[in-house]
T-cell receptor, first 116, second 115 residues
Framework: EPEVTQTPSHQVTQMGQEVILRCVPI?????FYWYRQILGQKVEFLVS????????KSEIFDDQFSVERPDGSNFTLKIRSTKLEDSAMYFC??????????????FGPGTRLTVL | GDSVTQMEGPVTLSEEAFLTINCTYT??????LFWYVQYPGEGLQLLLK?????DKGSNKGFEATYRKETTSFHLEKGSVQVSDSAVYFC??????????????FGKGTKLSVKP
């Protein structure tokens, strides 16, 4: 069964460093998403991506964040200068469609980012 | 804005007990409602969904009914198993409302089922 994969499973970094989180969405999906979950809090939407550009982004997704689809398979989230408050589980998701009701998003297992 | 509120966990039950996890929502449009489950070490998996009022979603013995009058989507299962131990997330997708099709999640409820 096709699945979304994410690497690494756990990333530890120093404050101020750049990190890149990687995702491989399901191959025939067209819409890609990043969400994050700070420990003990809600899963929060960060950004959606379609046709090689950002569709929507939340208030969390400021200039420190960027997304890219560098080739036909990978979808990356870059944090330019990490802060302590960026420590969270980051989930990648993909879907065939964004239609309400058909909007089944398939999630990866997540990358736990720890900023020291 | 749109939001989801679900009951705080953790919830601990004995095998074969009845499960209810409450979920209520606030939305400006006509949301679709979802329950996702996360087993230890894995990603979020769609458990069931309902796209309009009075729809009932069901899967693996779990059920939830979309109640517009009470803005609720409570998850139920008649007889839980140890293998149901996981974190359950209620979510909505409101294409014509604030979230514009992206998922808005509740905090998650951790369920532990003891043999």
């Amino acid at each position: 069964e096709p699945e979304v994969t994410q690497t690494p499973s756990h990333q530890v970094t120093q404050m101020g460093q750049e990190v890149i989180l990687r995702c491989v969405p399901i191959s025939n999906h067209l819409y890609f998403y990043w969400y994050r979950q700070i420990l003990g809090q809600k899963v929060e939407f960060l950004v959606s991506f379609y046709n090689n550009e950002i569709s929507e982004k939340s208030e969390i997704f400021d200039d420190q964040f960027s997304v890219e689809r560098p080739d036909g398979s990978n979808f990356t989230l870059k944090i330019r200068s990490t802060k302590l408050e960026d420590s969270a589980m980051y989930f990648c998701a993909s879907s065939e469609s964004r239609l309400a009701g058909a909007n089944e998003q398939f999630f990866g297992p997540g990358t736990r980012l720890t900023v020291l | 804005g749109d939001s989801v509120t679900q009951m705080e966990g953790p919830v601990t039950l004995s095998e074969e007990a009845f499960l209810t996890i409450n979920c209520t929502y606030t939305a400006t449009g006509y949301p679709s409602l979802f329950w996702y489950v996360q087993y230890p070490g894995e990603g979020l998996q769609l458990l069931l969904k309902a796209t309009k009022a009075d729809d009932k979603g069901s899967n693996k013995g779990f059920e939830a009914t979309y109640r517009k009058e009470t803005t609720s989507f409570h998850l139920e299962k008649g007889s839980v198993q140890v293998s149901d131990s996981a974190v359950y997330f209620c979510a909505l997708s409101d294409r014509y409302g604030g979230s514009q099709g992206n998922l808005i999640f509740g905090k998650g409820t951790k369920l532990s089922v003891k043999p």
